[in-house]
């Protein structure tokens, strides 16, 4: 395993991250067609985890509700992990009940919601976390004053940002920096093969700012693991109850034809990889992988021995390349005299 540096932070986490969304599900709906992981499981998957070295855990308040939350504090003390070996992120913005201002980036939430998740997680701290999706309603520099502010009462170490178009974010960078408060150092955005979006802008301007990627859904809900194929579409996965993320499905099962026709030069699975292959890509940092059981756990975080080749990459870059738009298109064109020979 592989360490890397959190954007400008100095703090080192692992280059893959273990994320927790399968924990819990007792309370049905999306949740439970996630993952119903329970707690004597868990507490195998996060030492198993912690044992392949990976440092950082990912978690949200809203994943089953808080379940998830209470599961993985509760297994670093059953497992006997060391808590300050780990790297520990949670998020706030999603609604945890019905409280006209429970839910959102208002100070009143994420104050509260920080405490909340603290209790569930049997911790005093937490060390990053992500604003978990964007709030219309609430000015950024709202947001960012609080934010900052959850920072300097010791519960937060380090603040990030999920979900945000690009310009939004570096809107709230350039109002934490014009007030000499703590800003972004990372973020969680969708990024697989069948969908490439986030390098467009989001890559770009993590680069220029020296902010940490951390890819969620790197195997796109499941899609790439290998199961599913055009002849079988259902396959008792999460995806057949819960179809998401969405997905331009020839497209996807273009690419799973390439990555398994790779896998087997490499005697690796389609999952693995589409894991290596998002490790490789410029600015990420962790990748995000979750599991059901131990046999799935260790065929992702097997995904780190495998380094693909350049032809490996060319033949999966070409099959899952995104469509240039504008201004994309225009740049690159009116670029071609301004480059160094």
Known sequence: MKYNLLGNT?????????????????QGGIWSNIGKVQQDEVNSLMKTAVDAGINFIDTANVYSFGESEKLLGQSIKDAGLNRNELVIATKVRGRMNEGVNNVGLSRYHIFQSVDASLQ????????????HGFDPLTPVEEIMRSLNDIVLTGKVRYIAVCNWPAWVVMKAQGIAEKNGWNKFVGLQY?????????????????LDQNLAIMPWSPLAGGFLSGKYSRDNEKVGSRRDNFDFPPLNKDKAFDIVDVITEVGKQHNASPAEVALAWVRQQKGITSTIIGAKNIEQLRDNIKSVELTLAADDLQKINEVSALTKEYPQWMVERQSGDRQLK
């Open 10 to 26: 100095g703090l080192l986490v692992s280059e893959l991250c273990f994320g927790t969304m399968t924990f819990g599900g007792s």
């Open 120 to 131: 569930r997680l049997q911790m005093d701290h937490v060390d990053v976390l992500y604003v």
């Open 190 to 206: 969708y990024y697989s093969l069948p969908s490439r979006d986030i390098e467009r802008e989001i890559v770009p301007l993590a």
